[in-house]
């Protein structure tokens, strides 16, 4: 398993590991790194054949005293299991407030020319949690430091017509920087302040498909490392694999305007943002016609209106607008929210709202549910909705779903936080999920 863009570095191999760790959201991974195999040579490890731009050697870089020989190739493999703490006491530096103000800071940070494309939170720049892998089990001869402590978001850009990918690295930083190695960077410029920056334009192939990529990474006087990363690679569809537009949506000045981004560096204090969404989705076979931003925009303005004319809402606040759905990881015929509702008494819940765009009716997971569970039961109504009721007295949660017989379902639930009573009822959570508004057929 190889990240689109193997770093040329030897000792920035991590970035590259963390950029595969960071796009499985559970179970057990297997990350594999391949370093640069030398001046315009090819390898093959596997089924895969891999090239990069020649780098020749010896070579003079602007900004460095000294430059070594790229490094001989070498692979890199570990396992790490499950998704990872945003609040890991290891990394005092980084929680979920910091990662929402550092996805807010740098989606702030893109040119006004480039569009983020409409995906989960996952693919939308979002930061992940820290990386964090036992050194028992990681290769001996390895240094796990490398990769551990690291934070990294990704998103699909689009710029002129043409679709590329945005991947930010960040992690605090104690070392030097690292040496000028060929092919590893084009120039390093040190600015009076101490920031050391390396950039790269550069090409990498595997199995004969070309990339084309650029890289700022940037080591910031507090201890910081940022490496932001533009591609030509479009991965808009995961059916229909990577795709290359041919244009990088990212100037090298304007990575380094992300990369040197205040609000990214480990000591910048947390801005307030929006909290980042938690996980969320349901069962779907992607089959479903594509939630489009324009139909999800639909779909929040008939939430809005809805929850502004539900009975009994006067006393409820929440905690984003409730018109935030978005994408899930499970594909694009589903969007999903999770948003947290407080009373005025301070009782709190959690609000789950699903859409899937093209869902049968009944399914055998929805016939085996009825069938164990007391608290579920299906009816359908007169004009052909199938109809979903549960409620479960002993911890307070209730659940709702209506699949209409344009085969949209939309599934609401909510669930108690710490003990509280969900002060969002049943028949309320049914009334906002029948608004005849959510049908876009």
């Not at 349901?282 to 999800?296: Q, Y």
């Amino acid at each position: 398993m190889v990240k689109d863009g193997a770093r040329r570095w030897r000792d920035s191999r991590w970035f590259d590991v963390v950029v595969i760790l960071s796009t499985i959201a559970a179970g057990t991974v297997v990350a594999g790194l391949l370093n640069d195999p030398g001046p315009n040579e090819h390898t093959t490890d596997g089924a895969y054949t891999y090239a990069f731009e020649p780098a020749p050697y010896p070579a003079r870089i602007p900004g460095c005293d000294v430059v070594e020989p790229p490094s001989d190739p070498k692979r890199v493999n570990f396992a790490t299991v499950g998704p990872g703490e945003y609040d890991n006491p290891k990394y005092p530096w980084f929680s979920g407030a910091k990662a929402a103000a550092m996805t807010q800071a740098t989606v702030d940070a893109l040119p006004d020319s480039v569009e983020l494309v409409f995906a989960s939170p996952r693919q939308s720049l979002q930061f992940e949690p820290i990386t964090d892998v036992d050194p028992a089990n990681f290769p001996q001869e390895e240094d796990a430091d490398l990769f551990n402590g690291s934070t990294n978001a990704r998103g699909s850009l689009v710029r002129d017509g043409h679709v590329g990918t945005l991947t930010v690295d960040v992690q605090a930083w104690n070392r030097p920087v690292l040496p000028c190695v060929t092919g590893a960077l084009d120039r390093r410029d040190t600015r009076p302040d101490g920031t050391v920056l390396d950039t790269l334009d550069t090409w990498y192939e595997i199995n004969g498909v070309r990339t084309l990529e650029r890289t700022v990474d940037a080591y910031l006087p507090d201890g910081t490392r940022i490496v932001a990363t533009a591609n030509d690679a479009d991965n808009t569809d995961p059916r229909a694999g990577s795709r290359h537009s041919g244009q990088i949506p990212l100037t090298l000045d304007e990575l380094t305007a992300i990369a040197t981004t205040p609000s990214l560096a480990v000591t910048a204090p947390v801005i307030p943002a929006v909290p980042l969404m938690p996980s969320c989705g349901a069962f779907t076979d992607w089959n479903g016609p594509e939630l489009t931003r324009d139909k999800v925009t639909r779909l929040d303005q008939a939430l809005e209106a809805r929850w502004a004319s539900m009975p009994g809402n006067n006393d409820l606040t929440l905690d984003r607008p409730i018109g935030s759905l978005r994408l899930t990881d499970a594909g694009k015929d589903n969007v999903c929210e999770v948003l947290t509702v407080t009373s005025a008494t301070g009782a709190a819940g959690r609000l789950d709202i699903v859409v899937v765009s093209g869902q049968p009716a009944s399914s055998r997971q929805d016939e085996y549910l009825n069938e164990i569970d007391p608290n579920r039961i299906t009816t359908v109504s007169k004009e052909g909705s199938t109809l979903t009721r549960g409620f479960y007295p002993a911890h307070g949660s209730a659940y709702f779903s209506i699949t209409r017989p344009s085969t949209q379902q939309i599934i609401i639930s909510t669930t108690p936080i710490k003990g509280s009573t969900v002060p969002i009822t049943l028949e309320q959570i049914e009334y906002l999920a029948t608004a005849t508004e959510l049908d876009l057929s």
